[in-house]
């Protein structure tokens, strides 16, 4: 191991460490963030279920992926937010002029977050079950699908810390990732698009999230892939990993730079 992929792994466990130990210090931002996906699930499931043409366990069992994708694609906000909060209230100046790696401070807070959504698919997995959501596929096939979900939410989280070092102020940073609620209400996530007009029907499958949760639906079994969709949703699991390739390829790089450079 090279001494700077040894720094990077010393430092950035260190970081994770702060983050979890930061977390544990909020217990109530860490219930909401993970009862707020389930309270979605049974009001989306039960209400949206009795207005739409599936019949209600028919229409949770389609929407169960769909909320999950919804839910990783909220690491842009979490992100964004707990960046935005440290760079305002100085502490990432002073975490910058101690002798660690500067792709460590972004690292450790979006592994510490990947680590919180792993243990938070528990509980939203089980109330899934008991309102009539069933992994239909294969064992592989479920594992494949947590997989690329939790893929999904490393790559929104560095967003999310590109945007709040970017905003450095909480209350901008909370304001933007407010806005992003709208993301999964422009995809598949709650709704099939054949329905949608043309154009409409285009923008929602060329958003991430429309791909990321076609492919667990698929991965799960709990619907075919829809015909005729954009190339992102007609080859889901390879889509979902070229967007997921793209979206780190671009805003890594884009994180650690702007937490190396600070306010210049």
């Known amino acids: 191991m090279s001494t700077v992929t040894h720094d990077l792994a010393h430092d950035g466990t260190a970081m994770l460490g702060r983050q979890l ?10 219930i909401l963030t993970q009862t707020m996906p389930v309270t979605m699930l049974l009001f989306f499931g039960y209400v949206f279920g009795s207005a739409l043409a599936m019949p209600g366990e028919e229409y949770r069992a389609f929407l169960v992926p769909g909320l999950l994708v919804a839910t990783a ?12 909060q440290d760079t305002h209230r100085g502490v990432t100046d002073r975490l910058r002029t101690l002798p660690v790696s500067r792709a460590a401070v972004p690292l450790g807070q979006a592994v510490a977050d990947l680590l919180v ?11 899934g079950l008991a309102v009539g959501w069933r992994m239909e596929g294969s064992a592989p096939g479920a594992a494949g699908a947590v997989g690329l979900l939790l893929l999904f939410r490393f790559a929104t989280t560095w967003i999310g810390v590109f945007l709040g070092l970017l905003t450095r102020n909480e209350e901008a940073a909370g304001q933007l990732g407010g806005a992003t609620f ?11 698009t054949e329905g949608l007009p043309g154009w409409l029907r285009t ?13 667990l639906r698929d991965l799960f079994g709990n619907a075919p892939v829809p015909e005729g969709a954009a190339w992102p949703v ?14 780190l390829a671009v805003f890594v790089p884009l994180a650690v730079r702007r937490y190396a450079r600070g306010e210049g």
Do not use: D
Request: with cysteine.
């Open 21 to 30: 130990q930061r977390l544990r210090n909020n217990p109530g931002l860490l």
């Open 117 to 127: 959504t792993a243990a938070g698919l528990v509980p939203f997995l089980l109330v």
């Open 182 to 192: 709208i993301l999964p209400l422009l995809s598949n996530a709650y709704i099939p």
């Open 234 to 247: 007609a080859h889901p699991v390879a889509g979902s990993l070229a967007w997921c390739a793209v979206l």
């Open 73 to 84: 694609a909220n690491g842009l906000m979490t992100g964004m937010f707990k960046a935005a």
């Open 203 to 215: 923008v929602a499958e060329w958003n991430p999230i429309s791909a990321v949760t076609t492919a």
